[in-house]
Protein backbone atom coordinates (compact mmCIF):
# COMPACT_ATOMS: atom_id res chain seq x y z
CA UNK A 1 0.00 0.00 0.00
CA UNK A 2 1.12 3.74 -0.60
CA UNK A 3 0.87 5.94 2.38
CA UNK A 4 0.00 9.41 0.90
CA UNK A 5 0.73 12.15 3.54
CA UNK A 6 -0.55 15.86 2.77
CA UNK A 7 0.05 19.05 4.52
CA UNK A 8 -0.96 21.16 5.29
CA UNK A 9 -4.70 19.57 7.00
CA UNK A 10 -6.27 23.19 7.34
CA UNK A 11 -5.73 26.61 5.69
CA UNK A 12 -7.23 29.63 5.56
CA UNK A 13 -6.21 32.60 3.45
CA UNK A 14 -7.50 35.68 2.42
CA UNK A 15 -8.40 36.40 -1.27
CA UNK A 16 -5.93 36.41 -3.83
CA UNK A 17 -3.52 35.03 -1.99
CA UNK A 18 -1.27 32.24 -3.54
CA UNK A 19 -1.73 28.57 -2.24
CA UNK A 20 -0.19 25.73 -1.45
CA UNK A 21 -0.57 22.27 -0.82
CA UNK A 22 1.67 19.37 -0.33
CA UNK A 23 1.49 15.58 -1.19
CA UNK A 24 4.18 12.89 -0.07
CA UNK A 25 3.68 9.29 -0.89
CA UNK A 26 6.23 6.28 -0.12
CA UNK A 27 6.04 4.17 -3.35
CA UNK A 28 7.09 4.73 -6.91
CA UNK A 29 4.27 5.36 -9.15
CA UNK A 30 3.18 6.13 -12.66
CA UNK A 31 0.93 9.30 -11.72
CA UNK A 32 -0.98 11.12 -9.02
CA UNK A 33 -4.20 12.40 -8.93
CA UNK A 34 -5.51 15.81 -7.32
CA UNK A 35 -9.23 15.60 -6.41
CA UNK A 36 -11.76 18.28 -5.39
CA UNK A 37 -14.66 17.55 -2.54
CA UNK A 38 -17.38 20.35 -1.87
CA UNK A 39 -19.90 20.09 0.83
CA UNK A 40 -22.14 17.39 0.39
CA UNK A 41 -19.35 14.77 -1.33
CA UNK A 42 -19.24 15.38 -4.73
CA UNK A 43 -15.73 14.74 -5.67
CA UNK A 44 -14.00 16.20 -8.83
CA UNK A 45 -10.97 14.98 -10.79
CA UNK A 46 -8.72 18.22 -11.12
CA UNK A 47 -5.30 16.93 -12.56
CA UNK A 48 -3.92 13.69 -13.30
CA UNK A 49 -0.29 13.62 -13.56
CA UNK A 50 2.72 11.47 -14.04
CA UNK A 51 5.54 14.14 -14.71
CA UNK A 52 6.43 17.91 -14.64
CA UNK A 53 3.71 20.59 -14.51
CA UNK A 54 -0.33 20.53 -15.70
CA UNK A 55 -1.90 23.85 -15.80
CA UNK A 56 -5.57 24.20 -15.62
CA UNK A 57 -7.33 28.12 -15.19
CA UNK A 58 -5.42 29.49 -11.61
CA UNK A 59 -4.77 25.67 -10.90
CA UNK A 60 -1.27 24.19 -11.74
CA UNK A 61 -0.47 21.05 -10.17
CA UNK A 62 3.54 19.66 -10.44
CA UNK A 63 5.38 16.53 -9.42
CA UNK A 64 8.57 15.27 -8.85
CA UNK A 65 8.47 11.55 -9.64
CA UNK A 66 12.28 10.67 -7.90
CA UNK A 67 11.34 12.79 -4.52
CA UNK A 68 7.94 11.41 -4.08
CA UNK A 69 6.45 14.45 -3.94
CA UNK A 70 3.60 16.81 -5.48
CA UNK A 71 2.13 19.93 -5.12
CA UNK A 72 -1.35 21.72 -5.86
CA UNK A 73 -1.34 25.60 -6.36
CA UNK A 74 -4.10 28.04 -6.38
CA UNK A 75 -3.07 31.70 -7.97
CA UNK A 76 -5.49 34.58 -6.91
CA UNK A 77 -7.42 32.28 -4.84
CA UNK A 78 -11.46 32.77 -4.72
CA UNK A 79 -13.93 32.38 -2.16
CA UNK A 80 -15.34 29.38 -4.44
CA UNK A 81 -12.00 27.53 -4.20
CA UNK A 82 -12.79 26.81 -1.03
CA UNK A 83 -13.00 22.72 -0.76
CA UNK A 84 -11.43 19.69 0.78
CA UNK A 85 -8.26 19.18 -2.07
CA UNK A 86 -7.40 15.52 -1.50
CA UNK A 87 -4.35 13.63 -3.54
CA UNK A 88 -4.42 9.96 -4.26
CA UNK A 89 -1.78 7.48 -5.68
CA UNK A 90 -1.77 3.90 -6.78
CA UNK A 91 -0.17 1.08 -5.22
CA UNK A 92 2.94 1.18 -7.50
CA UNK A 93 3.87 1.48 -10.79
CA UNK A 94 1.66 0.55 -13.11
CA UNK A 95 0.50 1.08 -16.97
CA UNK A 96 -2.49 3.13 -16.21
CA UNK A 97 -2.28 4.74 -12.60
CA UNK A 98 -5.64 4.73 -11.31
CA UNK A 99 -6.64 1.33 -9.87
CA UNK A 100 -7.05 1.14 -6.29
CA UNK A 101 -5.80 4.42 -4.96
CA UNK A 102 -4.77 5.04 -1.63
CA UNK A 103 -6.29 8.57 -0.69
CA UNK A 104 -4.68 11.12 1.53
CA UNK A 105 -7.01 12.69 4.35
CA UNK A 106 -7.22 15.88 2.37
CA UNK A 107 -6.46 19.58 3.03
CA UNK A 108 -9.33 21.41 3.89
CA UNK A 109 -8.87 25.08 2.52
CA UNK A 110 -10.75 28.37 3.24
CA UNK A 111 -10.81 31.53 1.05
CA UNK A 112 -12.02 34.35 3.27
CA UNK A 113 -12.90 37.46 1.62
CA UNK B 1 -24.23 11.11 -20.72
CA UNK B 2 -24.59 12.83 -17.57
CA UNK B 3 -21.89 11.42 -15.69
CA UNK B 4 -21.69 8.80 -12.63
CA UNK B 5 -24.83 8.69 -11.14
CA UNK B 6 -25.26 6.83 -7.28
CA UNK B 7 -28.68 5.94 -6.13
CA UNK B 8 -29.90 6.33 -3.08
CA UNK B 9 -28.35 9.39 -2.66
CA UNK B 10 -29.01 8.61 1.22
CA UNK B 11 -30.61 5.51 2.93
CA UNK B 12 -31.20 5.22 6.84
CA UNK B 13 -31.25 1.89 8.13
CA UNK B 14 -31.77 -0.16 10.97
CA UNK B 15 -28.64 -2.28 12.51
CA UNK B 16 -29.37 -5.83 10.62
CA UNK B 17 -30.45 -4.66 7.76
CA UNK B 18 -29.14 -5.08 4.33
CA UNK B 19 -28.84 -2.03 2.05
CA UNK B 20 -27.76 -1.77 -1.52
CA UNK B 21 -26.24 0.72 -3.97
CA UNK B 22 -26.65 1.39 -7.37
CA UNK B 23 -23.86 2.83 -9.25
CA UNK B 24 -24.56 3.99 -13.34
CA UNK B 25 -20.84 4.73 -14.90
CA UNK B 26 -20.29 6.94 -17.85
CA UNK B 27 -21.42 4.66 -20.53
CA UNK B 28 -17.94 4.22 -22.18
CA UNK B 29 -15.95 3.35 -18.89
CA UNK B 30 -15.43 -0.54 -18.61
CA UNK B 31 -13.51 0.42 -14.80
CA UNK B 32 -15.41 0.96 -12.23
CA UNK B 33 -14.51 1.58 -8.46
CA UNK B 34 -16.25 1.93 -5.22
CA UNK B 35 -14.59 3.24 -2.46
CA UNK B 36 -15.97 4.40 1.13
CA UNK B 37 -15.75 7.64 2.84
CA UNK B 38 -15.89 8.60 6.81
CA UNK B 39 -16.70 11.77 7.70
CA UNK B 40 -12.92 13.75 7.78
CA UNK B 41 -10.99 11.03 5.82
CA UNK B 42 -10.56 10.54 2.71
CA UNK B 43 -11.83 7.61 0.49
CA UNK B 44 -10.52 3.97 1.22
CA UNK B 45 -10.67 1.89 -1.72
CA UNK B 46 -13.12 -1.10 -1.62
CA UNK B 47 -13.07 -2.80 -4.78
CA UNK B 48 -13.16 -2.29 -8.54
CA UNK B 49 -14.04 -3.50 -11.71
CA UNK B 50 -12.78 -3.88 -15.39
CA UNK B 51 -15.91 -4.47 -17.18
CA UNK B 52 -17.82 -7.28 -15.59
CA UNK B 53 -14.81 -8.81 -14.10
CA UNK B 54 -14.39 -7.74 -10.50
CA UNK B 55 -9.90 -7.61 -10.44
CA UNK B 56 -9.50 -6.91 -6.65
CA UNK B 57 -11.16 -6.50 -3.27
CA UNK B 58 -9.97 -4.62 -0.49
CA UNK B 59 -9.55 -6.26 2.85
CA UNK B 60 -11.78 -3.66 3.94
CA UNK B 61 -14.94 -5.58 2.38
CA UNK B 62 -16.21 -7.82 4.77
CA UNK B 63 -18.39 -11.49 3.80
CA UNK B 64 -20.87 -8.82 5.00
CA UNK B 65 -19.66 -6.78 1.61
CA UNK B 66 -20.73 -8.17 -2.07
CA UNK B 67 -20.44 -5.56 -5.40
CA UNK B 68 -21.32 -7.35 -8.58
CA UNK B 69 -21.10 -5.64 -11.82
CA UNK B 70 -23.02 -7.76 -14.56
CA UNK B 71 -22.99 -7.21 -18.46
CA UNK B 72 -19.92 -4.99 -17.36
CA UNK B 73 -22.66 -1.89 -17.30
CA UNK B 74 -24.02 -0.76 -13.68
CA UNK B 75 -22.87 -2.21 -10.44
CA UNK B 76 -24.68 -2.75 -6.93
CA UNK B 77 -23.01 -2.76 -3.57
CA UNK B 78 -24.80 -4.88 -0.73
CA UNK B 79 -24.62 -4.58 2.40
CA UNK B 80 -25.95 -7.78 4.52
CA UNK B 81 -26.72 -7.11 8.00
CA UNK B 82 -25.53 -3.93 8.43
CA UNK B 83 -23.81 -2.30 11.77
CA UNK B 84 -23.77 0.98 12.92
CA UNK B 85 -19.78 1.12 11.56
CA UNK B 86 -20.83 0.47 8.07
CA UNK B 87 -21.93 4.24 8.15
CA UNK B 88 -20.63 6.08 5.60
CA UNK B 89 -20.33 7.55 2.26
CA UNK B 90 -20.04 4.96 -0.86
CA UNK B 91 -18.40 6.50 -3.32
CA UNK B 92 -18.81 5.08 -6.83
CA UNK B 93 -16.31 6.50 -10.15
CA UNK B 94 -15.56 4.81 -12.90
CA UNK B 95 -12.61 5.39 -16.14
CA UNK B 96 -11.74 4.33 -19.54
CA UNK B 97 -9.12 1.84 -19.51
CA UNK B 98 -6.14 4.06 -21.35
CA UNK B 99 -2.98 4.81 -20.02
CA UNK B 100 -3.63 8.66 -21.15
CA UNK B 101 -7.15 9.12 -20.07
CA UNK B 102 -7.05 7.42 -16.40
CA UNK B 103 -8.88 10.31 -15.38
CA UNK B 104 -11.39 9.23 -12.60
CA UNK B 105 -15.44 10.42 -12.29
CA UNK B 106 -16.89 10.13 -9.37
CA UNK B 107 -20.73 9.86 -8.60
CA UNK B 108 -22.46 12.06 -5.85
CA UNK B 109 -22.15 9.38 -3.46
CA UNK B 110 -24.87 7.41 -1.25
CA UNK B 111 -24.50 8.25 2.34
CA UNK B 112 -25.71 5.36 4.34
CA UNK B 113 -26.61 5.69 8.35
CA UNK B 114 -26.89 2.87 10.47
CA UNK B 115 -29.20 3.15 13.37
Known amino acids: KNEVEQSPQNLTAQEGEFITINCSYSVGISALHWLQQHPGGGIVSLFM???GKKKHGRLIATINIQEKHSSLHITASHPRDSAVYIC???????????????FGTGTRLTIIP | DTGVSQDPRHKITKRGQNVTFRCDPI?????LYWYRQTLGQGPEFLTY????????KSRLLSDRFSAERPKGSFSTLEIQRTEQGDSAMYLCASSSYRPDTGELFFGEGSRLTVL
Open chain 1, 88 to 102: AAPPRVSNFGNEKLT
Open chain 2, 49 to 56: FQNEAQLE
Open chain 2, 27 to 31: SEHNR
Open chain 1, 49 to 51: LSS
